[in-house]
């Protein structure tokens, strides 16, 4: 079975603002920053996201 991981799909001035999941369907499902912050606050709150997706949808 493919591994799922985070790619990232848009940035803003560097900072990644938006990200994917490789195996599920874009744009069903998505990751975005809202608040703005460095690039690691951003990074770390896509992270989050994606952990929380892996342990909801890619945990069987
Ligand atoms: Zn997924």
Redesign the pocket.
């Known amino acids: 079975m493919k591994k799922?991981e985070l790619h990232v799909l848009e940035f803003l001035d560097g900072r990644p603002v938006r990200g994917e999941?490789?195996?599920?369907p874009y744009p069903d499902?998505y990751f975005a920053v809202t608040r703005v912050g460095t690039a690691e606050d951003n990074q770390a709150i896509l992270d989050r996201q994606f952990s929380e997706?892996?342990a909801v949808?890619?945990s069987r």
Do not use: A, K, L
């Open positions: 799922p999941c490789t195996i599920c499902v997706h892996i949808v890619h």
